[in-house]
C-alpha cells in the first residue's frame, strides 16, 4: 500500500522523465551507425594517424551526430537538477504547506515508515533513471572520446561514467532535504536549484583534484611548451602558460627559474615587442635559451574511473548524511 501510494504521486513525474530519456535514447541509436563509420578509418590506422584522427573530427562535428552529442551532454548535466527540483523539493513540503502529513500520520504507517517509502522509492527511481541516461551517453560517445581524449576534462567528465548517478540521487535528497525546512514548494525549488549549482561548480573548481592524488611534473621549458604569452614593453614584465598535458586535465601550469622563483621577466623586447619585430614565435625561441622550467600538475586519463568512483561515493555520502537528517527532523522536529 505504501509503495502504490508512494507511486501514485511519482507516476507524472517518473512518465515523463521516462519519456525524454526514451526519446533520446531512440536519438542515440539512431545516429550511432554515423559514429561507427566515421571510427572506422581511425581503428584501422596503427601509425601516423593523426590525419585520420582529424578527419574524424572534422566530419563528425559536421554530421548529424554532433548535435545529438550535444543534447546528451546538456541532458546529462540537467538532470540531477530537474530532479532536485521538481521531484525532491515538493515531495515533503507539499504535505508540510497542505498539511496534509497529520492525516498521514494518524494511520497506522509511522512517520519514519512514512518518509523512508518516499525517499527509497524516490532515490531508486533517481538513481535507475539518471544511471540509464549516463550509460546511453557514455556508450555512445566512446568512439569520440577515444579519438578526442577529453572524457577527464571537466566539461564532459560530469556526462561520463558513474557521477551523474551520484549528482542525482545527492540533488533529490538535497530537494527533499531543503523542502522539509522550509515548508513551501516554490521556495524550496529555488532554493535546491541554487545549492546544487553552487555545489556543482565548487566541485571541478577546488574540490575534484583533491579525492585523487594529481600527477606533478617539472620539464625543462621548450617553445612547444608555450601555449600563451604576454609582455609589457614598458616594464619590461612577462608571463608564460604552459601548455596543458594531451589527454589529462590540467589542473595549474606555472614557468620558473632555476632558483625556483616564479618567471615574470624581464622579457627580450627585440624577440617579444611587437613594435621591435618581435613575434610570438620569435619570443618562445628566447624564452627556450633562459633555462626555464615548466611546473604541471595534472590528472590523466589514466585516473579517470578512480576520480569517478571518489566523487560518485562523496555525493552518495552526502545524500546519505542529509537522508539521516530527514529521519532526526521527521521524528523530532516536525509537528
Keep these: 500500500m505504501m509503495i502504490w501510494f508512494t507511486w501514485r504521486q511519482f507516476r507524472a513525474q517518473t512518465v515523463v522523465a521516462a519519456g ?51 543534447t546528451g551532454l546538456v541532458s546529462a548535466y540537467a538532470l540531477p537538477p530537474l530532479l532536485g527540483v521538481f521531484w525532491g523539493a515538493p515531495l515533503i513540503a507539499r504535505e508540510l504547506e497542505t498539511g496534509t502529513y497529520r492525516l498521514a500520520w494518524n494511520q497506522s504507517v509511522t512517520r519514519t515508515r512514512w518518509l523512508a517509502g518516499r525517499l527509497l522509492f524516490g532515490g531508486a527511481v533517481t538513481a535507475a533513471g539518471s544511471g540509464l541516461l549516463s550509460l546511453a551517453v557514455t556508450v555512445w560517445s566512446r568512439h569520440v572520446d577515444v579519438v578526442s581524449k577529453d572524457r577527464i576534462q571537466p566539461l564532459l567528465y560530469g556526462s561520463r561514467g558513474l557521477v551523474p548517478i551520484g549528482y542525482a540521487v545527492f540533488a ?38 583533491h579525492l585523487v592524488a594529481a600527477v606533478r611534473e617539472s620539464t625543462p621549458l621548450t617553445a612547444d611548451d608555450i601555449q600563451g604569452l604576454s609582455f609589457s614593453p614598458s616594464k619590461g614584465t612577462m608571463s608564460v602558460r604552459g ?30 615587442g611587437m613594435q621591435t619585430g618581435g613575434s610570438p614565435s620569435r619570443c618562445g625561441e628566447w624564452l627556450a635559451t633562459q633555462h626555464l622550467h615548466l611546473d604541471r600538475v595534472y590528472h590523466p586519463d589514466s585516473q579517470f574511473w578512480s576520480l569517478q568512483w571518489a566523487e560518485t561515493g562523496l555525493f552518495l555520502g552526502l545524500a546519505a548524511l542529509l537522508a539521516g537528517f530527514c529521519f532526526w527532523w521527521v521524528r523530532q522536529r516536525v509537528v
Design 20 to 70: 525524454a530519456i526514451a526519446a533520446l535514447g531512440v536519438l542515440l541509436l539512431a545516429t550511432a551507425h554515423i559514429i561507427t563509420d566515421l571510427y572506422a578509418d581511425v581503428a584501422a590506422c596503427t601509425a601516423g594517424c593523426d590525419g585520420a584522427v582529424h578527419t574524424f573530427l572534422t566530419r563528425f562535428h559536421d554530421s548529424a551526430a554532433f548535435p545529438v552529442y550535444l
Design 243 to 272: 601548455a596543458d598535458v594531451e589527454g589529462a586535465w590540467t589542473v595549474s601550469t606555472g614557468t620558473f627559474r632555476a632558483d625556483g622563483s616564479v618567471f615574470t621577466g624581464p622579457g627580450d623586447p627585440v624577440a617579444c
Design 172 to 209: 533529490f535528497v538535497l530537494g527533499v532535504t531543503i523542502g522539509m525546512l522550509l515548508r513551501r514548494v516554490v521556495p524550496a525549488m529555488a532554493t535546491t536549484l541554487a545549492a546544487y549549482a553552487a555545489v556543482a561548480v565548487a566541485m571541478p573548481l577546488w574540490v575534484r583534484t
